[in-house]
Every structure is written in C-alpha cells, then in structure tokens.
C-alpha cells in the first residue's frame, strides 16, 4: 500500500510555477492554447466560454500529483490521469478527480456524492461526505498519488479515496456506470496528465508532478 507522503525521491517537475506553463499543450494540439487559458495573477485560469483541455506531453504511470484549485460559483473543471488522444474528448479515456461548486452546480445532485469535488467522478465517492472542502472562491489543495496501480485522492490533506486501478472490483464500477460502452476508457495502463476546460471560470496554480 502506498503512504500519505511516499516517493522514492524523484524530483519534482514544475507544470506550472505562477508564471509560465511547461509540458503542458492543448488536447490533441502541438501547442498550449493560449486562446483558451491564460495566466492571471499567478494563476492558470480558463478562459470562458468554451475552451480546449490541457494535457501533459510526458506519459505516467507511478506519479505523485500536487496542485491546487478553486471554482468560480457553479464553477466545474477536472484533474484527470492515464488519459489518451484516442476518441474525441479526453474524459473518453482519462480516469477524472472532480472539480466542482459543490453548493452551486446541479451536478453534485446527479449520482452523489460520486460528482463532487474530490470524487473519481461518476465512480467512486466513498469518503467524500466527510472531506475538507472549500467553497467556490477559496483554495482547495489536491494531491493524486498513484503507485503499483493502487490509486489515492487527497483533498485539503484528508484523503478521501483509493481503489486499485484494473482490478475486477473496478472493472465492476465500469461496467455499472455512463463509461461502460466507451471502448477507451480506463483501458492505458500508463498515460497523461490532463485540466479540463469545461466552460466555467476555474483557476489552478502551484502544478507539479513527480515520478514514483
């Protein structure tokens, strides 16, 4: 089992340190969507009201992932993991820790808690009832740590899930949810990191990721 704080001592690598982005381009583009996102006050912030995700050059497979987020009120974006270019849209493949409003989007009240903030979204949301969260406007802290397939959420210190990535109870949680007809998803056994640009104002800073 992994730790809280494990690591084997790698280094981190900045995806973006309040100034400038690095490893970091535009779903499916060879260039980071400048149209889309843009940097504000040190922050990584989206630019309503459409826009295209971001997704890491560098594929993972063990990884610890560290960054923070907040919403604008009814705000909704994602953090997602072991992501492809196949299909259309990277939630057709990637594996999402959800980013939300919890008090002001309709989407906390679909499939709850399994579509709020911290939740491996639409599968997974054991533990989220008794999370630290913050409301739109203020900070929240993420970290994902994935090691040996054996995947944690971490939400404002608290960790509030973990499952085994693969494993049949998983593979069960798929098939009984919106993504079992999608022939991509959850099948990489490495991939990218990725932020959702979901058409709301949401902003990230701090962004760094390092391999286990």
């Known amino acids: ?34 149209d889309n996102w843009s940097i504000e006050n040190g922050t990584l912030k989206t630019i309503p009201p459409t826009g295209i995700d971001l997704i890491s050059e560098e594929i993972y497979k063990d990884f610890e992932l560290e ?11 994602g953090i997602f993991y072991f992501a492809t270019e196949d299909g259309d849209w990277i939630w057709q493949s990637a594996l999402e820790m959800q980013v939300l409003d919890d008090e002001g989007h309709p989407d906390r009240n679909n499939n709850f808690p399994k579509r ?20 739109a406007g203020e900070w ?3 970290r994902i740590v994935c090691k040996n397939y054996v995947v944690q959420h971490w939400l404002n210190g608290g960790k509030v899930l973990e499952y085994v990535y693969g494993s049949d109870e998983f593979k069960n949680l798929i098939a009984n949810s919106k993504f ?16 959702q640009h979901h058409g709301e104002e949401v902003w990230y800073r701090n962004v760094r990721i390092r391999k286990l």
């Open 1 to 34: 089992m992994i730790t809280g704080y494990s690591s084997n001592g790698n280094e981190w690598t900045i995806l973006f340190d309040g100034q400038k982005v690095n490893g970091l381009r535009g779903y499916k583009q060879q260039s980071f969507p400048k």
């Open 67 to 77: 960054l923070e987020w907040k919403v604008s009120p009814a705000g909704n974006s």
């Open 116 to 135: 709020t903030a911290g939740s491996l979204y639409d599968l997974i949301g054991k533990g989220i009832k008794e999370k630290k969260y913050n409301p």
């Open 140 to 142: 929240n802290h993420v």
């Open 180 to 195: 079992a007809t999608m022939p991509y998803f959850a099948k990489a056994r490495a991939g990218h990191i990725g932020l």
